[in-house]
């Protein structure tokens, strides 16, 4: 199939360049018909531009005391930071570089390069660190039947992600005709916590090295054929999990069914992380944007496949929209897609996978194909009002779903309505209204009806003030869930519902008190309420037996998270940049069940409570003592408190310290 998906690539872009020589008086670029219009004295000249070039030096310090949560991004050690840039151009030659060296985790890189408009070469190069809690393990039943297993008690966990970014495009000399590569590469290493079931009640925590690594490449090429575009493009990814990718454990004094079998050293394997892989072959085409009729189509074909266990699958995407615009006021447009997913997994995993001895079947996987229609217009009905409507029909349809317990098929329909509209020249609204049906849902979070809405606000009452507010709600409904008793393999008739309310409101205040001071207020506010059945499974041995599913009717969960900053720019003279912020974040989310595990009397509402509350403030001032000379500081101080949850000891307290000291020498 690879081999069939690369012919076809280079046989369509053999076939572009073709077309591009053969019909070249069509859109060569006439360049000497220019300069009879033009004169040949009119030929423009490139201004000379001085180039610039900067150093700086300075020190990175870093400290984080208690959890992790108060210093997310950024490497907790101090070193010597560094940097540059250099911006020339030497016509028909342009170069653009820059470098930002924190510390060895947190770096920036950005090289840039052109000739004329012949080559453009890019390279990108990002790393930051992301510091992780050390989640303390607790046992919710009790000691006397239950235990936590932590291996690495002392370990602290960290990650940092590295993200290579490369990019040529060349053309070809006097022809709207280009040929382009484009890369990426996602580097993660570092160390996690591993959290898995050690065997009947036992939490255990385990350290993970972690060393991943993704890579995307694509290349293609692309041209104008007279009135329309076409871009072909072959991408192959890449995923590989490195060293760590099986963890494994003994299980000591468990009850390991007999089909399982432990290695050589007594060990399970458990946890792992598959290797991955797929292609893609697309070409895109769309005519001129100029005029009242615009198209365009996609078709996508590719393939994925698990390295690890054999899955596999190949799809097809198809889409295509037409644009038409009759007059100057109105915009209909219509577009369609299609979507067709064939997964195949292997009738059985092999004996020795995962410790079996013998081979395990494994349930045939979910494909389906998808249509999705949807039109659209807009309207300016006045100079200053503009209405417009949308409609959504899209129909799923799967195989092997009754092997999952759910629907064969799913039809979602919506339509929605906006309005904008400029009431005063200072004063401009917008809202949008949506109304969403599913027809059997397949997953529990999908409602069968929804509604949601939005207006915003901007408003400009003095030339020094600017307002901005915006406020979003949504409701959900879902009258009959899927929720299945596995150990019978029947529905659960009495969990039928589940209701959702989302509210989100953000608003900013931005005022320019002097020509030199400038202050900044925004204000953000979400919550999300559910109200939903719940289903519990008794446990072996239990009363009521095995098997049998208590459910709590009309169990509410509700989370609320405010956020306030406020922020000021201030130059008192020439020399000297002022910049202070401060954010508040407040967050508080609770479960509200009616019923209590028998065997402790702890609600399992204690498990997922959380309340905590974060303050940031910062300043960062740049000086310039000497000309071109700049002497800069940037401080921040995190404050992440928690309310002290035993049961869930995710957010640990803790207090950062983080600044950068640097002088900066420009030419």
């Excluded at 009431?423 to 599913?438: G, Q």
């Amino acid at each position: 199939m690879k081999k069939t998906k690369y012919k076809l690539a280079a046989a369509v872009i053999v076939l572009m360049v073709f077309l591009l020589v053969s019909f070249e008086p069509l859109f060569a670029e006439d360049e000497s018909g220019q300069g009879e219009e033009m004169g040949q004295d009119s030929v423009y000249k490139y201004p000379e531009i001085t180039p610039q070039y900067s150093l700086w030096a300075g020190y990175w310090y870093a400290h984080l005391n208690g959890g992790a949560k108060a210093l997310d991004y950024g490497y907790p050690d101090s070193s010597p930071a560094f940097g540059g840039s250099i911006i020339a151009f030497p016509f028909p030659y342009r170069v653009h570089a820059e470098l930002d060296v924190l510390n060895q985790k947190d770096y920036f890189g950005d090289f840039r390069f052109a000739y004329k408009d012949l080559v453009l070469f890019r390279v990108l190069g990002t790393s930051v660190f992301h510091n992780i809690e050390h989640i303390g393990l607790v046992s919710p039943f009790g000691k006397t039947i239950s235990n936590t297993i932590d291996l690495s008690p002392g370990d602290t966990y960290g990650l940092r992600t590295g993200i290579s970014h490369v990019n040529l495009r060349l053309k070809y000399p006097d022809y709207p005709v280009h040929f382009y590569v484009d890369g990426m590469v996602v580097q993660s290493d570092g160390k996690i916590q591993q959290i898995f079931n050690g065997g009947h009640f036992n939490r255990v925590s385990q350290s993970r090295d972690i060393d991943w690594t993704t890579t995307d490449f694509t290349f293609g090429a692309n041209g104008h054929l007279g009135p329309i575009e076409m871009d072909l493009s072959q991408a192959e990814k890449r995923f590989s999990a490195g060293k760590d990718w099986v963890m494994y454990y003994p299980y000591t004094g468990q009850s390991v069914p007999s089909s399982f079998q432990p290695d050589a050293n007594g060990q399970f394997a458990h946890n792992l992380v598959p290797d991955l892989q797929g292609g893609t072959t697309s070409l895109k085409v769309h005519s001129s944007y100029t005029g009242k009729l615009v198209a365009a189509a996609t078709f996508t074909r590719g393939d994925r496949e698990n390295e690890t266990s054999g899955a596999n699958s190949d799809y097809l995407l198809g889409f295509g929209q037409v644009r038409y615009m009759p007059v100057t006021n109105l915009l209909l447009a219509v577009k369609y897609s299609y979507t067709d997913f064939n997964e195949h997994t292997p009738a059985t995993l092999p004996a020795g996978y995962f410790n079996q001895v013998v081979p395990i079947a494994v349930q045939p996987a979910i494909s389906s194909n998808t249509d999705r229609v949807e039109a659209l217009a807009q309207y300016r009905v006045l100079e200053d009002l503009t209405l417009g409507t949308e409609l959504i029909y899209k129909y799923e349809k799967r195989e092997n779903a009754q092997d999952w317990n759910l629907p064969d098929s799913t039809t979602y329909e919506s339509a929605s309505l906006n309005a904008s509209y400029r009431l005063r020249r200072n004063l401009n609204l917008r809202a949008k209204y949506t109304h969403e049906e599913y027809e059997s849902p397949a997953y529990n979070f999908e409602p069968n009806h929804s509604d949601s809405g939005n207006i915003m606000a901007t408003w400009t009452p003095v030339n020094r003030v600017v307002t901005f507010v915006s406020y979003e709600k949504a409701i959900e409904n879902r009258d009959n869930l899927h929720i299945f008793d596995l150990q019978n393999n029947v529905p659960i008739a009495n969990a039928t519902n589940r209701n959702t309310n989302r509210d989100k409101l953000t608003g900013n205040v931005s005022f320019l008190v002097l020509d030199d001071l400038s202050l900044s207020a925004a204000y953000a506010y979400w919550r999300n309420k559910d109200v939903q059945d719940i289903a519990f499974m008794a446990l072996p041995g239990s009363l009521p037996p095995s098997g049998f599913s208590e459910v709590d009717k009309g169990v509410k969960y509700r989370d609320v998270a405010q956020n306030c900053t406020l922020s000021t720019d201030y130059s008192p003279v020439e020399k000297l940049d002022l910049t202070a912020e401060y954010s508040y974040t407040k967050g508080k989310g609770a479960y509200y069940p009616h019923a209590a595990f028998d065997t402790s009397n702890i609600s399992i509402a204690a498990f997922s409570a959380f309340d905590y509350t974060e303050s940031v403030y910062s300043i960062n001032a740049r000086y310039n003592f000497i000309k071109k000379t700049e002497l800069g500081l940037y401080y921040a101080y995190t404050d992440f408190s928690s309310k002290e949850n035993p049961l869930n000891p995710e957010m640990t307290d803790g207090t950062s310290h983080a600044v950068l000291v640097s002088l900066t020498k420009r030419w």
